[in-house]
């Protein structure tokens, strides 16, 4: 089975402080994503990347950064967290192949409360 | 714009009803599909995927090209069907890896 963790389940930070979330999955996906879950706003895509050191912006890309040093190991980086990144955040991997579909294995996800 | 629309945000059922679980999606060229789906307390996983055709859990999805719309639907809701059920669509592009979700519909299944 494929395995998506996520360093933390819950997280409560400041407002301005440096917020660092982990994802790590297992199955040697080359991509990785970072998702927002909100109420009545579904899934949105933060950042997405498909290689190493590779990244694109997805939807909500504004104040956050993300790094991708190893293949299985995916960041997400507030750099000065604010109140209304407050939210449920999802790491997702997936295989791209002829016949994966694309199918996404999601982490458990990280609730982050900034104050 | 690609864009995937589920227009109720809660649905309320009573055991043994039917279902129907509504989707639409706005993309010029072929799409791939999938119906995700959240237990309380549980992560977000995979239900079914168009292409594959296939019934999981008793839930089917039919991809209406004229429409637009790939609705979820069973004939018999159970309880353990209470859950957050997001539809999503991947475009068929190079790499084809960024997938759209909709915002979801809450299913509640009454005794």
């Known amino acids: 089975d494929v395995k998506v963790t996520q360093s933390s389940r819950y997280l409560v930070k400041r407002t301005g402080e440096k917020v660092f979330l982990e994802c790590v999955q297992d199955?040697?996906?080359?991509?990785m994503f970072w998702y927002r879950q909100d109420p009545g706003l579904g899934l949105r895509l933060i950042y997405f990347?498909?290689?190493?050191?590779?990244?694109e912006k997805g939807d909500i890309p504004e104040g956050y950064s993300v790094s991708r040093e190893k293949k299985e190991r995916f960041s997400l980086i507030l750099e000065s967290a604010s109140t209304n990144q407050t939210s449920m955040y999802l790491c997702?991997?997936?295989?791209?192949?002829?016949?994966?579909?694309?199918?996404?294995?999601f982490g458990p996800g990280t609730r982050l409360t900034v104050l | 714009a690609q864009r995937v629309t589920q227009p109720e945000k809660l649905l309320s059922v009573f055991k043994g009803a039917p279902v129907e679980l509504k989707c639409n999606y706005s993309y010029s060229g072929s799409p791939e599909l999938f119906w995700y789906v959240q237990y309380s307390r549980q992560r977000l996983q995979l239900l079914l995927r168009?292409?594959s055709r296939e019934s999981i859990k008793g839930f089917t999805a039919d991809l209406n090209k004229g429409e637009t719309s790939f609705h979820l639907k069973k004939p018999f809701a159970q309880e353990e069907d209470s859950a957050m059920y997001y539809c999503?669509?991947?475009?068929?592009?190079?790499?084809?890896?960024?997938?759209?979700f909709g915002a979801g519909t809450r299913l509640f299944v009454k005794a």
């Open positions: 999503a669509l991947t475009p068929r592009t190079t790499g084809g890896f960024k997938t759209i």
């Open positions: 199955m040697d996906h080359e991509n």
């Open positions: 997702a991997s997936s295989l791209t192949t002829a016949i994966s579909y694309n199918e996404q294995f």
């Open positions: 168009h292409i």
């Open positions: 990347s498909y290689d190493v050191k590779m990244k």
